[in-house]
């Protein structure tokens, strides 16, 4: 028995009810080309996003689904009074809470010609125009945006954003600092790394490959979060875990060994893990590359947010 959610089976029924509130003859949005979406605006690229994982979410679950329903009703919602909107069709909702928000702060109006065509292409099946980690950037983004706006009447909002910001500041100076120190090395992205001993040579881990390491992960105060069982390697997949790990291992030989320091965005990120991990975290890793394994099926599949290292041992 196929799932459908309550949303999907009452479409039809919710669009008679748009239009006897005078909202039924309303267009779908017109699309826009998506092909310079990595060059648009932070709200135009969130907006893109979501509304390509909703696309994901309808096509796994109702097939029969009606998105040129739906978008009409988005773009109804978005342009009528909430006062009689606000109880019809999923699109019709998302567009009202654009528009409240858009309200709130002009800054996030959002782009309904990309919404339109981002959601389209998440129901099709299309591949995904922003990677994994720009996805991260872009979410992390729109919180702060968020958060910076709620400080200036909510205390705990303002508490909040103070630690954040105070935590960026230690960061920065770290890595400011130990960018200047014997043998460190500074990619492009900002991940710093020294060479503690040469691999064999060869090929370097892909994206997809299962690899086989050591590692000891601590924070700038000497403290270790994380680390492999003592004598025995761990396996994973380059492409789940975090993003500087990741990149470090794409560019290592087996047998190599680097102490690599991750910037907040190549760890976890602004708002940390809620867990151990805390805000603006600079990550350390003594990492080992000791073989690459058999690669893994799929390596291309994504997942919406970055997979964390291996848990602690215990």
Do not use: H, K, W
């Amino acid at each position: 028995m196929t799932f459908r959610p309550l949303f999907l089976t009452g479409l039809f029924a919710a669009s008679l009810a748009l239009a006897a509130c005078g909202g039924g003859s309303e267009a779908p949005p017109a699309e826009v080309s998506l092909d310079d979406i990595g060059e648009r605006s932070l709200v135009e690229r969130a907006a893109y996003l979501e509304a390509y994982r909703l696309g994901e979410q309808i096509a796994q679950q109702d097939s029969s689904f009606n998105l040129d329903e739906f978008l009409r009703g988005l773009r109804t919602g978005f342009e009528t009074d909430s006062a009689v909107a606000f109880p019809y069709v999923v699109g019709y909702q998302r567009g009202l809470e654009m528009q409240i928000q858009t309200r709130r702060d002009s800054s996030f109006a959002p782009n309904l010609g990309i919404y339109a065509a981002a959601l389209r292409e998440g129901v099709t099946g299309d591949s995904i125009r922003l990677d994994q980690r720009e996805e991260q950037t872009i979410n992390e983004e729109m919180q702060m945006q968020q958060i910076r706006r709620e400080a200036g009447t909510n205390p705990q909002a303002q508490a909040f954003l103070t630690r954040l910001e105070e935590a960026g500041v230690r960061a920065d100076s770290f890595l400011t600092a130990n960018a200047q120190g014997d043998g460190v090395q500074t990619t492009e992205s900002g991940l710093q790394y020294t060479v503690n001993s040469e691999g064999e040579g060869g090929e370097s881990p892909e994206m997809g490959d299962r690899v086989l390491v050591t590692y000891t992960g601590r924070f700038i105060d000497g403290t270790v979060f994380d680390q492999s069982p003592e004598g025995q390697p761990v396996d994973f997949v380059v492409g789940e875990v975090v993003p500087g790990m990741e990149e470090a291992l794409m560019d290592m030989t087996v047998g190599e060994s680097r102490t690599i320091v991750l910037p907040p965005r190549l760890g976890y990120g602004v708002f940390g893990d809620n867990r151990r991990i805390g805000p603006n975290t600079v990550l350390i890793f003594d990492l080992e590359l000791i073989d690459i394994l058999d690669p893994v099926a799929d390596p291309g599949a994504q997942l919406p947010t970055p997979i964390p290292v291996p848990q602690p041992t215990q």
